[in-house]
């Protein structure tokens, strides 16, 4: 009976409702869109390690981030390779070029890895699918996750980086995010030709463990091993750190925690400004349920349940409008924007504790006015 | 009569008298607009900031015209064009000289104790300045000794020490080569790029990757009196086609508008400017119909007495405005905050121009005002005895 009632008051209010509503909707769909905005950045991070199947990797000790590598001399991979658990070494090389976009002959900056055809291994069934045919000199394989502003790129076209021509002989999907606006992946031979990087130094050493051996201790011995100019770090170390660099150093993942927080802030506020207000239009009838005989903590329960129908109401609705917004972004950008179970249920019990709490608060000036005051 | 004529001097105390007699319910709605204006800065200051940091080094070039590769629409990627189209350039009517402006993007630095972190690097004739940069005025022409550099103190804190101050000098390797910082200047970061440096063309063209016969950007010095369209246009008919000659709005305006259009990050804080400049605006109007929305009895009642319509909806417009400004200065004074506290952490640079403060002060009068008139039309159209 109590929810009809919650529900009928909200009929009741037709207009004033519907705005109560958008305006909820709306506060809702501000955090999804910093969310939105903070995870695909923290996700795109670390997606170019999705191309590799690695356990551990090697970096320079001036190592920042994939694309503010350094480089370590290229002999480091045999020390590493033998130390005992180590089942095979493999090196990647990366670097910036300017890619020459085919359809509109734009000057495009792109990330372009080098990589060995014979440790096929460690590309493969990670993000490539078959680097075969990057033995052939001059081909490369591309992402094709790239947004439609740029390019859009297929198997067959020709492109150019820097003053030479490239062939994409295949594709795989992934999203190159903030940190290009292509990515493409050649042999180690094509890569030199490009960019003149002497192949004896290495921007990143993949390693591949026994998966017998603990992780930690063939970890151990390979940094004994090791001079201080290179480091080792398992795969799960070496992630977090390029998601600290993008979202702690870097000022576009600051910039988005901080959106975060400008935007829960604000929306907080607004929950409890449009839910005060609801209370307060309705100060009559509760203090009329009042003298009939509720008690307060019933008449609590029923604001605070009305609260919760208007703040999932506007959650539903700016639910639909995130799914809409994601879909532009993602269209426009080729960011990961994904409206996932995960983040659906996180604003969804945000949105309501919220909303809880702020009827909880409203409902306090209940208690402050007298019954016979409002009429 | 008598009461058309007293509105005009009553309606101001009578509007406040109806914001402020509860002081809570005016201290919330003064906070949500706060909180909205801050809102509606933050989004503006993120969009504004990428485009303002990104194009810093370009608005402070001392050139009358720039000269670029016909591709080069961002700092980076580097697409140098030839030494020799500036040569050429300098025997067009109308051109005082040129110079030469080389940047590496993203050169190794590092200073004892650091790890070596990327920082874009400027060069160029430290007798003739590329840039304006009144906080080193003259501190170029100690780029004169060789190996020497100066380094922005507006970097991000990533290098170790940096600022010269009292002491001789800081030492440190570019790109591997010795190198010493002797003054400092102040330009800042961007999305982009860390720290800038600034050495001589001799010392650049000692580094590994000094390009000699490539350049990135020209600066072009008009003869007094010069018409720089022509001089534009004689360029464009006497040069190769593979260079611009811009004048800096046009470049500014090139680069930031590839940012606008092609750069992920454009998009994200356009995207984001506009759902917050929604959503700000959205709360005005919640807050204000609600606050109008509460008086409507009193309302009701000044004209079951008689006043006028007009007198209503001037009162009404008045807490409007009101409830703008009390909201907006708590609102801008947080802003600043904000932004300082988002400019020392991100190093993306967060201007509050007068004019950005003006049009977030447009906005939510605007939307303020707005709002109350639709409230005071429901106000005007209510049937007195019905609101009781």
Redesign the interface.
């Known amino acids: 009976m109590r929810a009809t009632l919650a529900l009928s008051n909200i009929v009741h209010h037709g207009a004033?409702a519907v705005?109560?509503v958008?305006?909820l909707a709306?506060?809702v769909?501000?955090v999804y869109?910093?969310l939105g905005?903070y995870r695909s950045c923290e996700v795109s991070a670390t997606r170019v390690y999705d191309l590799f199947a690695f356990d551990a990797a090697l970096v320079s000790?001036?190592y920042?981030g994939i694309s503010?590598s350094?480089t370590i001399p290229r002999t480091r991979l045999l020390q590493a390779a033998s130390v005992q658990g180590v089942d095979s070494v493999a090196p990647v090389y990366v670097e910036?070029?300017?890619?020459?976009e085919p359809r509109t002959?734009?000057?495009?900056?792109?990330l372009i890895f080098g990589a060995d055809p014979a440790s096929q291994h460690f590309f493969v069934p990670a993000g490539l699918r078959d680097l075969s045919p990057l033995r052939r000199a001059g081909t490369v394989i591309a992402d094709l996750e790239i947004?439609p502003?740029?390019s859009s790129l297929s198997p067959g076209i020709v492109t150019e980086v820097g003053e030479r021509k490239l062939e994409v002989v295949g594709g795989y999907r992934s999203g190159p995010?903030?940190a290009a606006?292509a990515v493409l992946v050649g042999s180690d031979h094509t890569f030199t030709a490009l960019t003149d990087h002497p192949l004896n130094r290495v921007h990143l050493a993949l390693l591949q463990i026994d998966n017998r051996a603990p992780l930690q201790e063939v970890l151990a011995r390979i940094r004994e091993r090791l001079p201080p100019d290179t480091q080792v770090h398992s795969r799960r170390h070496i992630e977090a750190r390029e998601r600290h660099y993008w979202m702690a150093?870097?000022?576009?993942g600051?910039?988005f925690t901080?959106?975060i927080l400008?935007?829960g802030?604000?929306s907080g506020?607004?929950l409890y400004?449009?839910l005060?207000?609801q209370v307060?239009?309705h100060l009559g009838e509760y203090a009329t349920l009042e003298a009939i005989g509720w008690t307060p903590h019933r008449i609590k329960a029923l604001v605070v349940e009305e609260g919760l129908v208007y703040a999932l109401l506007g959650y539903l609705i700016a639910s639909a409008g995130a799914d809409l917004?994601y879909r532009?972004?993602r269209k426009?950008?080729?960011?990961p924007m994904d409206l996932n179970p995960a983040r659906l249920i996180t604003v969804l019990v945000l949105t309501l504790a919220v909303a809880a709490l702020s009827s909880l608060l409203a409902v306090r000036q209940l208690g402050r006015t007298d019954p016979a005051e409002l009429f | 009569m008598a009461l058309g004529k007293c509105a005009v001097g009553t309606a101001g105390p009578l509007a406040w008298a109806m914001l402020s007699h509860d002081r809570p319910r005016l201290l919330g709605s003064t906070l949500g607009i706060a909180f909205a204006v801050l809102l509606l800065f933050t989004e503006l200051g993120f969009l504004n900031g990428v485009y303002d940091s990104t194009t810093t080094p370009l608005s402070r070039l001392d050139a009358d015209l720039v000269m670029i590769h016909r591709m080069k629409e961002n700092m980076f990627p580097a697409t140098p064009f030839p030494l020799r189209r500036l040569e050429q350039a300098r025997a067009i009517r109308g051109v005082e000289s040129t110079h030469a402006l080389y940047i590496i993007l993203a050169a190794s630095w590092k200073s004892s104790g650091q790890p070596a972190r990327p920082v874009r690097v400027f060069a160029f004739d430290p007798r003739r300045p590329a840039f304006h940069l009144p906080a080193a005025a003259g501190a170029e022409l100690l780029l004169v000794e060789p190996q020497t550099a100066l380094f922005d103190a507006k970097s991000r804190r990533l290098y170790g020490n940096i600022d010269v101050g009292a002491t001789g000098g800081i030492e440190g390797e570019l790109e591997g080569h010795k190198m010493r910082i002797v003054g400092n200047f102040r330009m800042g970061s961007d999305l982009a790029f860390f720290g800038n440096m600034i050495v001589s063309k001799e010392t650049y063209l000692r580094l590994p990757d000094a390009q000699r016969e490539e350049v990135e950007l020209g600066l072009i010095e008009l003869e007094s009196g010069a018409d720089a369209e022509g001089v534009k246009q004689l360029c464009r008919t006497s040069l190769g086609k593979d260079v611009l000659i811009l004048d800096k709005a046009e470049l500014v305006a090139r680069v930031q508008s590839y940012w606008r259009t092609n750069e992920p990050a454009g998009t994200v804080f356009g995207i984001g400017m506009v759902v917050g400049f929604v959503v700000g605006i959205m709360i005005c109007c919640e807050v204000l119909f609600s606050q109008v929305a509460d008086h409507l009895p009193q309302l009701a009642t000044l004209r079951a007495v008689g006043y006028p319509g007009s007198f209503l909806v001037k009162l009404v417009l008045l807490q409007g405005c009101g409830l703008a400004l009390t909201g907006f200065i708590p609102g801008l004074l947080a802003s600043i905050t904000v932004y300082r506290g988002l400019e020392r952490l991100s190093g993306i640079q967060m201007w509050l121009t007068p004019g950005r403060a003006g049009l977030v002060l447009i906005l939510t009068v605007s939307m303020c005002a707005i709002s109350a008139g639709l409230a005071a039309s429901k106000a005007l159209r209510a049937d007195p005895a019905e609101l009781f």
């Open positions: 004033r705005l109560s958008a305006g709306l506060a769909l501000l869109m910093q905005f000790s001036q920042f503010d350094g910036f070029s300017r890619w020459l002959r734009r000057s495009i900056e792109v947004s502003l740029y995010g903030f606006k150093v870097k000022p576009i600051i910039m901080s959106g400008i935007a802030l604000v506020v607004i400004q449009i005060s207000t307060r239009n917004l532009v972004l426009a950008t080729s960011l």
